[in-house]
């Protein structure tokens, strides 16, 4: 089973201690962002119309929006991860999530700080991306902004973490049910877009909570000890698409 999760992993090109070593890139210096559209199999992070993060804003294309349909009770995080890139928690492969009829299994999560996306032009500290993928290797991707405030006691079951070697992981065996953690108001924004390191495959289907989550002082600072600095990827151009909220 962890077999399968680390291929899922790979599958969807996010940040891996082996994709590191195949194709280096980074937030800094010639592996900036700017630079990974150069590296090999990653040209869409350069071509691509779709591109993610985006700035979010409040629109006039309210509309009803599916319903989000949890299964995370059996959720199981395997595998802690810092590699590099971000902190990862990937998850045993018995968890979805539904949405548009289709089903979708919950891979892993992991952190950027600063956030990527922005609402408006403003940035929260913190951005967790839950990825999903489907049998048919579509992705989708729940964001949760975080601002600073109370302490997430929830969020304290994977305070194991905290004991992680810099670049290197640790098996676990721990029940955590992510929805324990999204926010209370399930309203949302909806577009099309990326992932948001290489290889920045596209489409995504990307939702992000309106409602933002609260962490405390220190809780953001131990998430963000295993985060190279500023690794988020810049704001992309809209390109016409649409963004929906309801």
């Not at 994977?158 to 810099?166: D, E, I, N, P, T």
């Not at 926010?183 to 409602?211: A, D, M």
């Amino acid at each position: 089973m962890r077999k399968n999760i680390l291929a899922l992993c790979l599958s969807l090109g996010l940040a891996t201690s082996a994709m590191a070593e195949q194709t280096h890139w980074g937030y800094q210096g010639d592996n900036a962002p700017e630079n990974w559209g150069n590296l090999p199999d990653a040209q869409t992070c350069a071509s691509g119309k779709t591109q993610s993060p985006i700035d979010i804003f409040d629109s006039k294309n309210n509309k009803q929006l599916p319903a989000l349909k949890f299964n995370y009770q059996h959720a199981d995080i395997k595998q802690i991860i810092d590699n590099g890139h971000s902190l990862q928690f990937n998850f045993d492969a018995n968890s979805t999530f539904s949405y548009e009829n289709k089903t979708y299994k919950l891979v892993q999560f992991h952190a950027h700080e600063p956030a990527e996306h922005t609402i408006n032009g403003v940035r929260y500290p913190l951005e967790l991306h839950f990825v999903h993928q489907a049998a048919d290797h579509s992705n989708l991707v729940i964001a949760v902004f975080v601002q600073e405030g109370k302490e997430n006691s929830y969020f304290e079951k994977l305070s194991v973490f905290k004991q992680l070697v810099k670049n290197s992981s640790e098996n676990t065996d721990i029940l955590f049910n992510p929805e324990h953690i999204y926010p209370k108001n399930h309203s949302y924004y909806r577009y099309t877009g990326s992932l948001t390191t290489p290889p920045c495959s596209e489409p995504v289907t990307w939702i992000l909570f309106r409602q933002p989550i609260t962490l405390s002082k220190d809780e953001i600072e131990e998430i963000s000890h295993y985060l190279p600095k500023n690794n988020n990827r810049p704001v992309q151009p809209l390109n016409n698409r649409i963004i929906e909220n309801n």
